[in-house]
């Protein structure tokens, strides 16, 4: 065992979903190590993401919220890893930080919540999302529907539909097999709604320089999924890509090369702009040169979206 003076110190946000994936992180390490149960801490850090409920993401600081607490407590050394869903970690991340694991990738779709499919919605429906990206799909597919603005964890999101707040939502199929909650809403296929890049992945970040704990790590890491998502974080960057933009990308593997498609759609659903591409495992220069082109492809109006 690695650590033998101390438990390892697994960072995380106190949300259920996070907490779902600390635990699973947890068992992973404790399996492939041998590990016996009490070697790994679990500590729950507050994030100013999860405190502010009333505002978008993109309004009051972007993802940043969601890392910076757990960084925070990385680098003063009271935790030894931080435990991510890939899909809240900023696409450009100080070097002092590593993401050394990504767990294997989960269901990458979206499932539409509130509704059998989107032509069972009745007219001029009111859909709950904040998500840029979930929103302009709804709308292209839905050009009647309005989007409100729909924060809190997966369970606030579940209470306000019930209590009929919204027609329907959007989740991630992720996140609500994570809670065991499977059963809820239905899969949308990923040629309907492409999902966010990163979707469905659990990212595992350290400091750069911790060797023992990045070694430890290695031995949970799935090189599919990191391959997959580290391209589809290529298209972001190519993008200059925030959580003000509506923008989905999914690398699948295919041996060894990815099939990657991405586009950018303008909020009100009307332009869609899309490419794909087969690149080599690896090649990050070509996924952002694929997410380059996504932004000369745009119209003026959807290109200023991408400018900071
Ligand atoms: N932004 C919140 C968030 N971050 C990751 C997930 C789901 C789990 C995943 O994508 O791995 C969710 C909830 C959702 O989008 O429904």
Do not use: Y
Request: glycine share 8%; aromatic share 2%.
């Amino acid at each position: 065992m690695l650590f033998t003076d101390r438990p390892l110190r697994l960072g995380t946000r106190g949300s259920p979903l996070a907490l779902a994936q600390a635990r699973m992180t947890a068992q992973a390490l404790i399996a492939a190590h041998g590990w016996s149960a009490d070697a790994i801490e679990i500590i729950t850090v507050q994030t100013s993401g999860d405190r502010i409920q009333d505002r978008a993401l993109a309004d009051i600081g972007g993802k940043a919220l969601w890392t910076k607490e757990l960084d925070r407590a990385l680098v003063a050394g009271e935790t030894d890893l931080s435990v991510h869903s890939m899909k809240d970690v900023e696409t450009l991340r100080p070097d002092i930080f590593h993401i050394a694991a990504m767990l294997p990738r989960a269901d990458v779709r979206d499932k539409l919540v509130g509704a059998a499919d989107f032509d069972a919605l009745p007219a001029n429906p009111l859909v709950g999302t904040s998500s840029p990206r979930r929103g302009a799909q709804v709308k292209r597919l839905r050009p009647d529907a309005t989007i409100t603005l729909f924060r809190g964890n997966v369970a606030t999101r579940l209470a306000k539909l019930a209590a009929g707040e919204v027609h329907a939502t959007l989740l991630a199929a992720a996140g609500l097999d994570r809670l065991e909650q499977s059963d809820v809403g239905t899969l949308v296929p990923v040629d309907t709604m492409l999902p966010a890049p990163s979707q469905g992945a659990v990212g595992i970040e350290t400091l750069a320089d911790n060797q023992p704990v990045i070694a430890a790590l290695s031995a949970i890491s799935d090189a599919d999924t990191s391959d997959a998502v580290m391209m589809e974080r290529a298209v972001l960057r190519g993008l200059g890509g925030t959580c003000h933009s509506p923008i989905a990308a999914l690398a699948l593997v295919e041996g060894d090369r990815l099939f990657l498609r991405a586009e950018i759609i303008s909020p009100d659903g009307q332009e869609t702009v899309r490419e794909e591409a087969r690149l080599a495992r690896g090649d990050l220069a070509a996924g952002e040169a694929l997410g380059e082109r996504l932004l000369r492809g745009a119209s003026p109006a959807l290109r200023a979206l991408f400018e900071a």
